[in-house]
């Protein structure tokens, strides 16, 4: 609850600080170019996970159904919307910036990671394989596909994904080893245990969410896990003030 409400209060100060600065909808992103969010997201998980791993797999975008017959039937159920078939080059909605590239660098970081632990457990000289951003368009809400062929997640990892203070990190993240010089200090690429949590929190305040599944081999990919960001078309909804992460 107190996480959740600090939320709010930066928001309120960042909003009345961009309205203040002369910005029209302040703190509020109206009409945000969906494509341009996805793109920064990527360039600084790309970033991150170079700058850890010194190895970075290749981050495929596509919009729509871009080469595609159809969705996945998994990607289907997880999306739980009725979809837009055709292709499309823009979208175009109402929503929180930073909230929405946060929650986008979090999935996309642990998909890199993914990706480059099961080609170090494959053996020396094994590229990571690719990660997949897709795009989906439904009648009341957007969603933000991000599959990976890595590890995939145990069923511990899966019930422990959103709580608070978890990873699946083998190693804790410390300050002092990850000081690359006095006044900076690496960007973690995870172990911290908030990424998630705090992205299905910012997701959620306001309608949308974040979803995580095991995926089997198909569809062109092998074996990983798919993530879900999904972001409602409603440019009215208000604040979900009973929305709650699980324990």
């Not at 959103?162 to 172990?191: C, H, N």
């Not at 992205?199 to 969410?209: A, H, L, N, V």
Request: hydrophobic share 40%.
């Amino acid at each position: 609850v107190f996480l959740r409400e600090r939320l709010g209060v930066q928001l309120l100060c960042d909003h009345y600080v961009a309205l203040d600065k002369g910005k029209p909808n302040g703190g509020i992103s109206v009409a945000c170019d969906l494509f341009g969010v996805v793109d920064d997201a990527v360039t600084e998980a790309k970033h991150v996970c170079d700058a850890n791993l010194g190895v970075v797999p290749d981050v495929v975008v596509s919009y729509g159904m871009e080469g595609m017959d159809s969705l996945p039937l998994q990607l289907c159920t997880l999306v739980g919307d009725s979809l837009r078939i055709g292709g499309y080059d823009h979208i175009e909605l109402t929503l929180i910036r930073p909230w929405l590239h946060h929650a986008l660098v979090e999935v996309l970081k642990n998909a890199c990671s993914s990706s480059v632990q099961k080609a170090d457990d494959e053996g020396d000289g094994v590229t990571p394989s690719d990660v997949h951003v897709r795009l989906v368009d439904g009648t009341t809400s957007v969603s933000i596909a991000v599959l990976d062929q890595g590890v995939g997640l145990s069923e511990d990892g899966m019930k422990r994904a959103f709580r608070f203070a978890e990873s699946s990190s083998l190693k804790r993240w410390d300050r002092i080893e990850e000081q690359t010089s006095y006044a900076m200090v690496r960007q973690p690429l995870g172990s911290l245990g908030v990424g998630l949590p705090l992205s299905r929190m910012m997701m959620g305040m306001f309608g949308g969410d974040v979803l995580i599944s095991n995926r089997d081999e198909g569809d062109g990919l092998v074996s990983g896990c798919t993530a879900v960001i999904k972001i409602p078309k409603d440019d009215q909804v208000v604040e979900q003030t009973q929305y709650s992460l699980p324990r």
